[in-house]
């Protein structure tokens, strides 16, 4: 059997890290939102793609990110 290969969530901007939605080895679905990010007073949700487990929070509320930055990795569901 072969196992899907996990995945990283990156900051796609820079911003403070406002809430982290999950906890590692929380179950996650496509769409659901991982991580809460704040940038000049807006509030970026950051959502998974696919269905898996958490496998690493990288991120903490408070923290800031640069854009690039893992926030998340994720190791996929495979069907």
């Not at 809460?36 to 929070?57: A, N, Q």
């Amino acid at each position: 059997m072969n196992q899907a290969r996990p995945y990283s969530i990156v900051a796609e901007i820079v911003g403070n890290v406002l809430m982290v939605a999950v906890a590692e080895g929380a179950s996650v679905a496509a769409g659901d939102t991982i991580v809460i990010l704040e940038s000049m007073k807006m509030e970026i949700p950051v959502l998974t793609e696919f269905d898996g487990v958490v496998r690493d929070l990288a991120v903490h509320p408070g923290d800031v990110v640069q854009e690039g930055d893992v926030l998340a990795v994720v190791d996929p569901v495979k069907v």
